[in-house]
């Protein structure tokens, strides 16, 4: 599975993006996506997940202001970010992983990144 995560650029605080990423697999539908993100000098850090069911997970850090949401039938997985803070800038990687599997280094593929940057 290839993913193509798109969508990151330079916003100002309190403003809004929508990521996307694309998947290249004919059973989208089978897998659960995920967001990741990985801030300069700080680890990599979990944002959000939709399961194939469309059940949604949040970090408490952005529970409220993302909004993670997939197109089945575009094989495409999304995540809306609005209220934006300088704390949520970094490269915004997505992730699919077959279903219940989770998102180990084994089991997951991953996007190459998109990056975000907040300006306050």
């Known amino acids: 599975v290839q993913l193509q995560a798109s969508g990151g650029g330079v916003v100002q605080a309190g403003g809004s993006l929508r990521l996307s990423c694309a998947a290249s697999?004919?059973?989208?539908?089978?897998?659960?996506m995920g967001w990741f993100r990985q801030a300069p000098g700080k680890e990599h850090e979990f944002v959000a997940r939709?399961?194939?069911?469309?059940?949604?997970y949040y970090a408490d850090s952005v529970k409220g202001r993302f909004t993670v949401s997939r197109d089945n039938a575009k094989n495409t997985v999304y995540l809306q970010l609005n209220s934006l803070e300088s704390e949520d800038t970094a490269v915004y990687y997505c992730a699919a992983a077959p279903k219940g599997l989770g998102f180990t280094s084994v089991t997951s593929y991953w996007g190459q990144g998109t990056l975000v940057t907040v300006s306050s």
């Open positions: 939709i399961g194939w069911s469309g059940r949604t």
């Open positions: 697999t004919r059973t989208f539908s089978n897998y659960d």
